[in-house]
């Protein structure tokens, strides 16, 4: 199975703030690399595929890089909205397999 | 618009099953695979398995293989997944999610609402 290791697991930021989160793979997965987003109680929504593509109303203000092993999620102005815990995952093969989570709090 | 919902909580013995349903609207129900993820409290969501959407083909997470079984009723346009031989380790919230794209890509959108099974004696 590929291992998929989030780092860090929490951070606090403040409104307003540019975050990066990062995402590592334990084989390269190419660019089959999607995000996610959750907040306490509710299911995950999806905001990015294939690394860097931005789900259809999804803001502007979140992007996804990388590729092989390597991957980030970064929102350049963090809103009020956004915090929440954010979780990778691969399909580059099954079974398919998530990060351990980044939760984004507020400072 | 899309929309998932499942059933309701359940609360089981260990060595009992669980049958939960999926209902789906918005779209095509045929077109899209149907994946199963279940997410325990505080960790991380685990991939247990899809139904391909143009046929009744499954793949299932070796870790679940066994015990999971996953169905669907096109008449419905419902999706089922049955676990058996529950544990307590079996405890949390299973969530329905369609495939994002009819070309199967393995990821998950839109999410059920989920729904949270308890395993205790």
């Known amino acids: 199975d590929i291992q998929m290791t989030q780092s860090p697991s929490s951070l606090s930021a403040s409104v307003g703030d540019r975050v990066s989160i990062t995402c590592r793979a334990s084989?390269?997965?190419?660019?089959?690399l999607n995000w996610y987003q959750q907040k306490p109680g509710k299911a995950p929504e999806f905001l990015i595929y294939?690394?860097?593509s931005l789900q259809s109303g999804v803001p502007s203000r979140f992007s996804g890089s990388g590729s092989g092993t390597d991957f980030t999620l970064t929102i350049s102005s963090l809103q009020p909205e956004d915090f929440a815990t954010y979780y990778c995952q691969q399909n580059y093969s099954p079974p398919l397999t998530f990060g351990g989570g980044t939760k984004v709090e507020i400072k | 618009q899309v929309q998932l919902v499942q059933s309701g909580a359940e609360v089981k013995k260990p060595g009992a099953s669980v049958k939960i349903s999926c209902k789906a609207s918005?779209?095509?129900?045929?077109?899209?695979?149907m994946h199963w993820v279940r997410q325990a409290p505080g960790q991380r969501p685990e991939w247990m398995g899809w139904i391909n959407g143009h046929n009744d083909n499954t793949k299932y997470s070796q870790k679940f293989q066994g015990r999971v079984t996953i169905t669907r009723d096109i008449s419905a346009s419902t999706a089922y997944m049955e676990l058996s031989s529950l544990r307590s380790e079996d405890t949390a919230v299973y969530y329905c999610?369609?495939?994002?794209?009819?070309?199967?890509?393995?990821?998950?959108?839109?999410w059920g609402q989920g729904t949270l099974v308890t395993v205790s004696s």
């Open positions: 918005g779209y095509s129900f045929t077109s899209y695979a």
């Open positions: 084989q390269s997965i190419s660019s089959h």
């Open positions: 999610a369609r495939d994002g794209v009819p070309a199967a890509q393995d990821w998950f959108d839109p």
């Open positions: 294939g690394a860097s």
